[in-house]
């Protein structure tokens, strides 16, 4: 079992940045690839961005390559998503999960979810 609290969301004016944490527990954490997922409203939840269990491999949606980066500390059980020059079709509610190995980008390969966190984007 592995619960996640996702931290960091806010307001941010447009092409500011914000950097989100999710806090993972359980002494599994390591052995999930860890994706990022965001929701705006009236839309399906889209891939973001995703970090191999050993941090040595990721992979970014189109909207996120050069904006976005993903980390992780494995020994923090915590994985980071740095969002810079954000723009206001960025806001959503983002969400970590915890996946499948290699580098998943569908929400039904992701097992385990967090509650999410509000970022919003202004012009």
């Known amino acids: 079992q592995v619960q996640l609290v996702e931290s960091g969301g806010g307001l941010v004016q447009a092409g500011g940045s914000l950097r989100l944490s999710c806090a993972a527990s359980?002494?599994?954490?390591?052995?999930?690839?860890m994706g990022w997922f965001r929701q705006a409203p009236g839309k399906e939840r889209e891939f973001v961005a995703v970090?191999?269990?050993?941090?040595?491999?990721?992979d970014y949606a189109d909207s996120a390559k050069g904006r976005f980066t993903t980390s992780r500390d494995n020994a923090k059980n915590t994985v980071y998503l740095q969002m810079n020059s954000l723009k206001p079709e960025d806001t959503a509610v983002y969400y970590c999960?915890?996946?499948?190995?290699?580098?998943?980008?569908?929400?039904?390969?992701?097992?385990?979810w967090g509650q999410g966190t509000q970022v919003t984007v202004s012009s």
């Open positions: 970090i191999s269990w050993s941090g040595g491999n990721t």
């Open positions: 359980g002494r599994t954490f390591s052995s999930y690839a």
């Open positions: 999960a915890a996946g499948s190995r290699g580098l998943p980008s569908r929400p039904y390969e992701y097992k385990y």
